[in-house]
C-alpha cells in the first residue's frame, strides 16, 4: 500500500496506469497496481482513518540493482527503448519540473528566507544561486515537443529491484510526458555515476538503447537540460521546505540535510561535456 503524502492527481494515476500496462506487454516487469471495485487505482481512505489517497501494488522482492553490472546497464538501455516506444504520441506538453528552473529573482527571495531563519547553510546557498545555479540554468530551456514521449521519468538504481526473473522497474508515480533525448541523458549520467562517470558503463546503457530501438540521441550538453532542471528545481523546494512552519521539524531537518547533500553533488557541465564526447561514436 503506498499512501499519497501530498494529494492525488487522478490524472497522472491515470498516466501511471496506461503506461506500465503498455510497457508491460513490451516484456518490462513492473509491480501490478490494483484497480478498485469501480475501475479506479487510486481510493481514499475514511476520515476516521486520515482521509488520505492510497494505491496499492503487488509485493516484489528483490535485491538492489547495482549500477555497475554490464547486464543491469543493458537492461536500463533497453528498457528505456520500450518505454519510448510504448509512449509514443503523447497529447500533453512535460510539466515545467522538468523544462524550467528557477530565475535570479526566485533564489534572491529564497537566500533572503533562509539567511532570516538562520539555517548554516544560508551563506553556500547564496554562493550556489550566484555561480552554479547561473551557470547551469544556462542549459534549461524548454525541449520543443519533437520528441516527447509519456515515460517513467524516474529510471534510477534505487527505483530497480532485482529479482528471481530479472530486474523489476519500481516508482512510476511521476509518469509523464518528457523528451526522449532529455531523458536519456539524465539516466546515462545516473546510471554512468554522475561526474566521475564510467564511460564503458554508459556505453553499455547507450548500445542497449540503440539495439533496441531506441531513437533518442545525445546531442551534447544541452541534451542534459532536465537533469541540470529537475536538481535545481529540488534544491530550491527542498529549501523552501527546510524553513517552513506550517511543516513538521522532522520534515525541517530531512529537507535541510538534502539542500546540504545536494549543494555537494550537482552537476558539473564541464563533466556532462566530456560524457557527451565519449558517447559521440555511439549515434
Known amino acids: 500500500v503506498k499512501e499519497l503524502l501530498f494529494g492525488c492527481d487522478e490524472g497522472q494515476v491515470g498516466r501511471e496506469a496506461a503506461l506500465r500496462d503498455a510497457a508491460e506487454e513490451l516484456g518490462i516487469s513492473a509491480p501490478r497496481l490494483f484497480a478498485d471495485r469501480d475501475g479506479a487505482y487510486v481510493s481514499r481512505l475514511p476520515d476516521h ?22 547486464e543491469l546497464l543493458g537492461w536500463c538501455g533497453r528498457t528505456l527503448a520500450l518505454l519510448h516506444r510504448a509512449g509514443e504520441g503523447p497529447k500533453e506538453t512535460p510539466n515545467d519540473w522538468y523544462e524550467r528552473c528557477p530565475g535570479e529573482a526566485d533564489w534572491a527571495e529564497l537566500c533572503e528566507g533562509v539567511r532570516t531563519a538562520g539555517v548554516p547553510w544560508a551563506d553556500a546557498l547564496e554562493r550556489f544561486a550566484a555561480t552554479s545555479a547561473v551557470e547551469l540554468a544556462r542549459y534549461v530551456t524548454p525541449s520543443g515537443g519533437g520528441d516527447v514521449v509519456t515515460s517513467h521519468l524516474d529510471m534510477r538504481p534505487q527505483n530497480v529491484l532485482v529479482g528471481r526473473s530479472g530486474p523489476v522497474l519500481l516508482d512510476w508515480d511521476n509518469a509523464g510526458p518528457v523528451s526522449a533525448e532529455r531523458e536519456l541523458a539524465r539516466a546515462v549520467h545516473v546510471w554512468a555515476g554522475g ?4 564511460a564503458d558503463s554508459a556505453r553499455r546503457l547507450v548500445r542497449g538503447y540503440l539495439d533496441a530501438g531506441g ?3 545525445i546531442k551534447g550538453v544541452e541534451s542534459f537540460s532536465l537533469l541540470f532542471a529537475t536538481d535545481l528545481n ?14 513538521t ?11 546540504v547533500r545536494m549543494l555537494g553533488r550537482l552537476p558539473d557541465p564541464a563533466a556532462v561535456s566530456r560524457l557527451a564526447e565519449a558517447l559521440a561514436p555511439e549515434w
Not at 529540488?234 to 511543516?247: G, H, S, T
Open 49 to 70: 482513518m486520515g482521509g488520505s489517497y492510497v494505491k496499492l501494488y503487488d509485493w516484489v522482492d528483490g535485491s538492489e540493482a547495482d549500477p555497475a553490472d554490464p
Open 249 to 259: 521539524a522532522s520534515q525541517r531537518e530531512f529537507a535541510s540535510a538534502e539542500v
Open 234 to 247: 529540488y534544491v530550491r523546494v527542498q529549501a523552501q521546505c527546510a524553513i517552513d512552519p506550517n511543516v
Open 195 to 198: 561526474d566521475d562517470f564510467c
Open 215 to 217: 531513437r533518442a540521441v
